[in-house]
């Protein structure tokens, strides 16, 4: 018997790859449901070769159903996630509302499976911010070998990070420069065709912006709250896939070499790096695939115990729907759910 699996948030570009990611992987699911806001009732999504109507999330009777992965946003979430997990069913949240709750566990399956344990308390479970999921997963073996004691980040984040409408507005503003047409900026504080933008989400009062300081939150809560961290998030003209340039510093020696054997064996890691032209990975060839990429492994010897490492991976599935539907697996793997229909 297996299970109702629902996708709040299924028109997304996200709630989109929940749906391709839940059939490529075969989870057991019996019967899967797409939700989304009134507007979207009747739209089609696809589920591997089946098209799925959408149904009104503020209609849906959860009672029945085991598992709600959740990404309508984080105000949708705090309306409806407890009222969900309140009816039995499960919600794995992508949104960062519920990321800092010392209730709900924040869970990366690669860095630290053992706290989904705490998921009944409330039912929920949060996925990361996009950006700190690739890092934590080539953090994690590092910290194992030889303790992480610092990380300075610069984050080079795609377009799709902000939604459809940010790709679209990439998109048009590209065509825009190349037809001699007036460049308008919508989505993004500045143009982002042919530029970068140091900006992701809201400025706090130390400077840094509010995804800068989910990277230090998050980090600390899943890994080790000792770290310290600082981090640069900028937006780049990129659609799909985030990179990161990781400085690190460690309390015990490790070597490049040391640190690229580590990283070659740790679960959800793919290590590309030649030192030569191209022996690296970029984001266009994340796009599409589960891994986190590792590159540019060097030692820095403005430091002691520090190296220097390029991470990237497609922010659509580890960074979000693949990160959700491996929570989903977790659950499974360890009996922490069983189908309501079987239990019925």
Known sequence: ??????????????????????????????????LA????VGTEVSYGDRSLKVRALENYDFSDTDICLMSAGGSV?????????RQGCVVIDNSS??????????????????????????????NPNCSTAQLVVALKPLHDAATVKRVVVATYQSVSG?????????FTQTRAVFVADPVEAKKFTKRIAFNVIPHIDV????????????????????????????????????FIGHSE?????????????EAREILREAPGCLVIDKRENGGYVTPVESAGDDATFISRIREDPTVENGLSIWVVSDNLRKGAALNAVQIAELLVERNLIQPKKQAA
Not at 206 to 232: F, R
Request: net charge negative; glycine share 6%; proline share 7%.
């Open 1 to 34: 018997m297996g299970f109702k699996v629902a996708i709040a948030g299924a028109t997304g570009n996200v709630g989109r790859e929940m749906l391709n990611i839940l059939e490529e992987r075969g989870f057991p699911a019996d019967e899967v449901v797409p």
């Open 37 to 40: 806001s009134r507007r979207s």
């Open 77 to 85: 979430s705090k309306e409806w996630s407890p009222k969900i997990g």
């Open 97 to 126: 509302a519920w990321r800092y709750d010392a209730d709900v566990p924040l869970i990366v399956p690669e860095v630290n499976p053992d706290a989904i344990t705490q998921f009944s308390k409330k039912n929920i479970i949060a």
């Open 162 to 170: 902000a939604g459809k409408e940010a790709m679209d507005e990439l």
């Open 203 to 238: 400025f706090m009062e130390d400077g840094s912006t509010k995804e800068e300081w989910k990277m230090v939150a998050e980090t600390k809560k899943m890994l080790d709250p000792k770290i310290k961290l600082t981090a640069t998030c900028v937006r780049v003209p990129v």
């Open 245 to 257: 340039a990781v400085n690190i510093e460690f309390e015990k020696p490790i070597s490049a070499d």
